[in-house]
């Protein structure tokens, strides 16, 4: 006896079955998009996060010189009555905060370089030293971003927003394909017989299909269903965020420019050159060691405060190239 057959697939389910695939292409294609632009914000935040940490830690490792060589001459002047030991005890408890945050500073730098070299698939030894294009930093203005026009650049390009979307077509695509299965296929059959049977040279031909009187796939349907439903409540939930993403990136934007340009341009130039005329006159003897050490720490509060400033001013731009999905600020 020989023979053949073929199961034919009925209500469509292989096209179903491909539309499935393809859609989980398009997913996937998302999916990548996406990590790219957590990874992208992830460098551009290391990098601007770094350089203004470096200008904070080159602030302090200029005080500490200037520290030591205070303590190093009063070192020198000991024993001989001209500075009593609490005051040395004193510059030198100075120059020991200063010294322990200065290397909590390097360690967070080496922390952002750390995670820039993984994002950059770099050598470890490798360090990165940022240059920014300040003039263009500096020129930014929050206030030629339109949020309507932020809102909609959003809604169409956010990746996260679009695998969300996606999910919820798979979700009804497998709805339909579950429907699909519950619909039995037949098996179409031919043979040939030249001497097993009554009649010689038999040919014949056959139709088979289930009859689904207990298995209509009720339990996966079901499943599929929920899965819209979740689906749809996932999606819903991720296009609710876009709007407030953006709209408290926007609003960052504008608080920290308008925080940053409150300041007088000049004021940190004339803070460092009093800081020198404080730190002249401290070795002179014409102001008290108190004057001097809360100078210092303003100085120090005032370097650190700046630069968190303007690092937190940048920062809200990146939020709103990473929410919108786009390059509003390059």
């Not at 990590?35 to 203004?52: G, V, W």
């Amino acid at each position: 006896i020989t023979g053949i057959s073929q199961l034919i697939l009925l209500a469509g389910k292989r096209n179903k079955q491909i539309k499935i695939a393809q859609a989980n292409v398009v997913l996937n294609e998302y999916q990548f998009f996406d990590l790219l632009r957590t990874l992208k914000y992830t460098l551009r935040t290391d990098f601007y996060n770094i350089y203004y940490l470096q200008q904070s830690a080159k602030a302090y490792g200029d005080e500490i010189k200037a520290l030591n060589q205070i303590v190093s001459a009063f070192e020198q002047q000991k024993g001989k009555g001209y500075i009593a030991e609490k005051e040395v005890i004193r510059i030198k408890a100075l120059l020991y905060n200063f010294t322990n945050e200065y290397n909590d500073l390097k360690n967070q730098i080496y922390d952002r370089q750390s995670e820039l070299r993984q994002i950059l698939q770099i050598k470890p030894y490798s360090y990165i030293n940022p240059l920014p294009d300040n003039d263009v930093i500096n020129n930014l203005d929050p206030l030629k971003f339109q949020l309507n026009t932020l809102l909609d650049t959003a809604y169409s390009r956010r990746t996260d927003l679009l695998i969300a979307r996606q999910n919820t077509s798979i979700t009804q695509l497998n709805l339909n394909y579950q429907k699909a299965l519950a619909v039995p296929d037949v098996t179409a059959s031919i043979s040939y017989d030249q001497q097993g049977s009554f009649v010689h040279n038999l040919s014949m031909a056959g139709f088979a299909i289930d009859l689904p009187f207990f298995n209509r796939n009720q339990g996966n349907i079901k499943a599929a269903k929920s899965g819209i439903d979740a689906a749809i409540a996932t999606q819903k939930s991720v296009e609710g965020s876009v709007e407030e993403n953006v709209f408290r990136a926007l609003q960052k934007a504008l608080d920290q420019d308008k925080l940053l340009k409150s300041i007088d341009p000049k004021f940190s130039k004339d803070f460092e050159r009093l800081m020198k005329e404080i730190l002249i006159n401290y070795q002179k003897r014409n102001i008290s060691i108190l004057e001097f050490l809360d100078f210092y720490d303003s100085y120090k509060q005032n370097i650190l405060q700046l630069n968190a400033i303007q690092f937190n001013r940048i920062s809200a731009f990146e939020a709103i190239n990473f929410f919108t999905a786009n390059n509003f600020f390059n």
